[in-house]
């Protein structure tokens, strides 16, 4: 498993990766920032994947859903990680660098926040394996439109390598 956490006021976390290396993040936790008088602040995340940015959410004080004043965290799923198919492995996946990157409002943050990316860290093809088998897409899977009653078939196996994390 691999934890990468971003805390304020630290920098920007970078994660680097060799070259017999990967990861792939399947779960997101943000504890967002509130301040001295409990109220959220405005929190932009972003998440930086071997050098392609992912805008993954933001919060905004005047959006905040009341619900999660209570539990002053939000989860957000990013697929299912143990799985070879690519519908239900929509995990981001990368095998350089990864980023977190967070942007305050006009008054930037002032309160502590802390954002947790958590998924699987793979040293050689070998670890790729024991997580997902030999092939990713082994079956080919359907996608079933229900509005224009059509199906496309995804049928396109790949060996489970580092060099094909992506």
């Known amino acids: 498993m691999i934890q990468i956490c971003n805390l304020n006021p630290k920098p920007q976390t970078v994660e680097t990766f060799g070259a017999d290396e990967g990861f792939q993040v399947d779960k997101v936790w ?15 995340v972003q998440i930086v994947v071997d050098g392609e940015s992912i805008d993954l959410i933001h919060l905004h004080s005047s959006n905040y859903p009341p619900h999660l004043s209570n539990s002053k965290w939000i989860g957000i ?8 198919s690519p519908i239900e492995n929509t995990c981001l996946k990368g095998k350089t660098k990864l980023q977190v990157r967070c942007t305050g ?7 502590d926040y802390k954002i947790k990316l958590i998924g699987d860290y793979f040293k050689g093809d070998s670890a790729v394996r024991r997580l997902l088998g030999s092939m990713f897409n082994p079956v080919p899977d359907t996608v079933y439109d229900v509005q224009r009653n059509k199906s496309v078939v995804v049928n396109r196996p790949v060996a489970c390598t580092i060099k094909n994390l992506s």
């Open 105 to 111: 409002g006009s008054g930037g943050i002032t309160g």
């Open 30 to 44: 943000i504890y967002p920032p509130f301040d001295v008088g409990g109220a959220l602040e405005n929190l932009t």
């Open 77 to 84: 799923p990013l697929g299912k990680h143990n799985s070879n």
